[in-house]
């Protein structure tokens, strides 16, 4: 992540994280207790993102849309990513993204899982392989949005 985007992730113990952490541990402990694969690694059915990571691979603007007042940041975002993804219908939530940065990073988010199932994201290399099955892997796109089918 710092290598390629120069952003550094929150730590599990920052303040607004840790919550999402501890539900992210409990579902993929009750995916696991079902029986169903919880890779870590960046190549199971689940994806660790990184909204602000995946928008600067992604060539979008990547700062400035989460700070109040963020009207004009978030609408120029939501403008951009639908610019750069046409087939990309917000439906009924478009007015919500464009004044809620959740919302905005929950499409983000998305966009990143289903770059992740195509296998348009970078995997670790063999010398990250077992940090990142233990730790978790950030799933970091590879090509432009345009290639997401």
């Known amino acids: 992540m710092r290598e390629r985007t120069g952003l550094i992730p929150l730590s599990v113990a920052a303040d607004r994280i840790g919550h999402a952490a501890m539900r992210c541990a409990g579902l993929l402990a009750q995916m696991a207790s079902q029986g169903r694969p919880v890779d870590r690694c960046g190549t199971?059915?689940?994806a660790e993102v990184y909204p602000a990571a995946s928008l600067k691979c992604w060539g979008l603007p990547w700062r400035g849309y989460k700070q109040p007042p963020n009207a004009q940041p978030l609408g120029t975002l939501v403008d951009d990513l639908l610019a750069a993804v046409p087939w990309l219908d917000l439906g009924p939530y478009e007015g919500l993204c464009r004044t809620s940065h959740d919302?905005?990073?929950?499409?983000?988010?998305?966009?990143?899982a289903k770059a992740a199932a195509q296998?348009?994201?970078k995997q670790p290399d063999e010398k990250r392989e077992k940090a990142a099955c233990t730790e978790g892997w950030i799933a970091l796109?590879?090509?432009?949005l345009s290639h997401l089918t």
Not at 103 to 112: K, P
Not at 141 to 144: A, C, L, W
């Open 44 to 46: 199971g059915p689940v």
């Open 103 to 112: 919302a905005v990073d929950s499409v983000i988010a998305a966009l990143t």
């Open 119 to 121: 296998g348009l994201t």
């Open 141 to 144: 796109p590879t090509t432009p």
